[in-house]
């Protein structure tokens, strides 16, 4: 930590400034469901790198993919024969993908979409939710964890709140931002505002903030209102992208945005991200108003990363057993939550599963995450630490193709032996 310290800035990952202290963990390496340290400690690890390693860490298939493509060049500037291939699949596999594009990250493709949809309507706003996360960048950008409820302001306000960060100055005002799961709330914004808001953009089951799924009716709700009004449904599937199956959140839920955005799984931890979506939105970005650009977003190796995946997922179709497992871990946490009587709900979809700390029963958007208790969360994930346990700091479980179901029950065996020794 010391010699971090001196050479990067602020010497270890927010995620651990936020929430693992006094642990500041460095990686050496990483196997199937297991990371390494420094200091030679092994962990299990349900975090996946936050997400995307939902083949395990070290893949052969996709180590290999990788290693092929690369010794026949590691970059063209320009379109290769490989970008076509992977394009054509994502076109077979999600039900919006007429036309695709590639980039690095899930925070560029998230631009690009919204670049999109502002050329398309020629209109400038976008309407998004609380505690959805679109990335880093200036006009999604901003603070996802807010000290009360109240802070927040009324519920239909205007536009985003106060604690905005890293905004450009009047950048704010891009943007309304309402309480998930609330299609009346959305309704009555676009009735008033349709004519300023180019996209609604929506994480389509909330997984920043606690794990909430749409309410029924939801996802479709947007779907009409959208059409409707003349603005842009985006799915951002950054994170439910192959994770919830191949055609993401969108083929499980039925409702086909007009535009989506993969990234995190797509490339087994690999760069590469894509912006999919209807051929009339996405042929915008042969307009001149778009500019999707970037030197390493084409013919790189991380195809190969994204095909392989692709053809793995789907020759060894490991969803079933996924979603079983996360079955699993979500009724085992459960029961131990009753045996220790801590107040811990546990919710989650498929390989999904978060674990809060609350009485609630269940939540339906940010503002009952906010009540959820931060110390308790940050104590248990500290002890599961101890004992070689991993996983993301705001309750996260990931779990993966390659995760088993003795690995499941080691899981819940620590994670009793840390709820039983918590204060309640
Ligand atoms: N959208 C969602 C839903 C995300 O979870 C994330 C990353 N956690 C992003 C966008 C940004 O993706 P990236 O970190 O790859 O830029």
Redesign the pocket.
Known sequence: LERAKKVLAAGISSEFRKYNHPHALFYTHGSGTKVYDVDGNEYLDFTLS??PLILGHSHPEVLDAVKNASLKGQLFAGQHAMEIELAEKLQQIIPSAELIRFC???????QTALRVARSKTGKSKFLRFEG??????DN?CYGISTPSPEAMGPRDSPAMHPWTQGLPEGAAEESFLLPWNDLDLVAKKLEEHHQEIAAIIT?PVM??NGCIPPKAGFLKGLRTLCSQYGVALIF?????GFRLGLGGAQALFGVTPDMA?F??AIGSGY?I?AIVGKRDWMEEIASARVIHAGTMNTGNPTVAAALATINILERDDPYPKMNALGERLRSGLRDIAKVSGQPMLVSGIGPVVHTGFTDLESAVDFRDVLLFDKAKLKTFVSRLHDRGLRIIGRGLWYISAVHTAEEIDQALELAEEVLTAQDR
């Open positions: 936050q997400g690095l990250d899930g925070s560029e493709a998230v959805h996360y679109h990335g880093w960048l999604v994480e997984c920043n951002d599937e950054v994170i439910t955005v990234a995190k760069p991200s």
